[in-house]
């Protein structure tokens, strides 16, 4: 497939979708399209949302995408639209462990529109990432600019306290991530500011993204958890949906 040079390549004017696929079936599609469609209508890309929903459902066709657990990377420019695929490393074992997590340096820009896109401009995310792995850290979470927690450098961010959960606010510079709209939908979750603070106030921890699902989290810097009630009951909700999604 070959790239044309276009705004999406030299400066970052696209967006994409990262789905996670079981045995060919894509997880959550209509979320990932309608979040799709509207970056690309944000960026106003000449793209046909019918032709393109018809050009994944014949990629999704192909051998290697049919067995497995896989990953569908959707990437759309005004002269691209880039379908790939490859092997979803997440393990049982990491969840087992739990993600180790840390505040990066990097301040998330809750006033600029990027931010609430999944856009090419992956940059600080991808840096960040990078970055934190040397330290032994398996997610970065930034701070806006005012000082309240966003979100992880690829992750939504959640708390539970009391039995109740917690998670960002969107306007406090968050991409609503496809799972984070599936849990917001249907349990009952308060958006609020979260200072850093606050964390020690928390009984556990967990983080989403389409990839990893929900992911216990055993630390932030020098705080621990060991509890992980109510994130390991929603992962099993998140399991039993893909399964029955895999099955209809």
């Given at each position: 497939m070959k790239l044309i040079p276009d705004e999406g390549y030299y400066f970052g004017l696209g967006v994409f979708e990262t789905i996670a696929v079981e045995d060919g079936k894509p997880i959550l599609f209509d979320l990932h399209m309608q979040r799709l469609k509207e970056g690309i209508e944000f960026f106003d890309l000449s793209i046909s949302m019918k032709d393109?929903?018809?050009?994944v459902k014949e990629f999704?066709?192909?051998p290697e995408i049919k067995n497995g657990h896989k990953v569908?990377?959707?990437?759309?420019?005004?002269?691209?639209q880039i379908l790939t695929c490859r092997d979803n490393l997440y393990r049982e074992e990491q969840y087992e462990k739990g993600f180790i997590t840390g505040l990066s340096k990097v301040r998330r820009n809750e006033t600029s529109p990027l931010t609430y896109h999944k856009t090419l401009n992956y940059g600080d995310n991808l840096m960040e990432k990078r970055k934190a792995k040397k330290y032994g850290v398996d997610e970065p979470l930034f701070l806006n600019t005012k000082g309240y927690l966003s979100e992880g450098?690829?992750?939504?961010?959640f708390a539970v306290k009391n039995g109740e959960i917690y998670t960002p606010k969107k306007?406090?510079?968050i991409l609503d991530g496809v799972i984070r709209q599936y849990l917001c939908s249907r349990y009952k979750i308060k958006e609020v500011h979260i200072l850093p603070e606050e964390i020690e106030s928390f009984d556990e921890m967990f983080l989403t993204n389409s990839l990893l699902g929900i992911m216990p989290v055993t630390s932030f810097g020098t705080m621990e958890w060991k509890e992980r009630t109510v994130s390991d009951r929603l992962r099993r909700d998140y399991k039993q949906m893909m399964k029955e999604s895999m099955e209809g």
């Open positions: 393109l929903k018809e050009k999704l066709k192909n569908l990377k959707i990437a759309v420019s005004m002269e691209n450098a690829t992750t939504n961010l306007e406090d510079g």
